[in-house]
């Protein structure tokens, strides 16, 4: 085993010795956007990954490139499946319109702005009314 070789391992357990602490203190409500925001990094990885493929010079190095470029891109792809989850949880439901007929969220809210129109059609009914008795009675009692 090489020094380049040893330095190289230990350089890599002691990265993952530190992923582990960094990761295991953020809370579990932001351990999700925190990652789908990282999907540059992991695009970085993956060109890493093809640099030491472009670098190995025997079968142990191809292995370990393909390992790891095959690791990154899942990465890559897990990173944009969570944050296009994470989007569709801001949608709103959009309610379905079916046989030209209005669903009922809209009907609803048509059956109360109808009522509203309604009542405020009686209230100044009912207004104009009092006041032309009121002229009436006025009028007649001068």
């Not at 890599?12 to 999907?39: D, Q, R, W």
């Amino acid at each position: 085993m090489t020094t380049e070789l040893l330095t190289d391992i230990v350089i890599f357990v002691l990265s993952l010795l530190v992923g582990f602490e960094v990761i295991s203190k953020v809370p579990a409500t932001l351990h999700t956007p925190l990652m789908s925001a990282a999907n540059s990094i992991h695009g970085i990885v993956l060109v890493g990954a093809m640099l030491i493929a472009v670098t190995a010079n025997n079968p142990l190095g191809y292995i370990l490139a393909f390992v790891a470029a095959a690791f990154a891109a899942m990465n890559v792809m897990g990173g944009y499946v969570v944050t296009g989850r994470m989007l569709k949880m801001f949608h709103r439901a959009r309610t379905p319109v079916a046989d030209g007929k209005a669903s009922p969220a809209v009907a609803a809210s048509t059956a109360a702005a109808s009522t509203v129109a309604a009542s405020t059609a009686a209230a100044s009914t009912v207004a104009a009314s009092t006041a032309a008795a009121d002229g009436h009675n006025q009028g007649g009692q001068a």
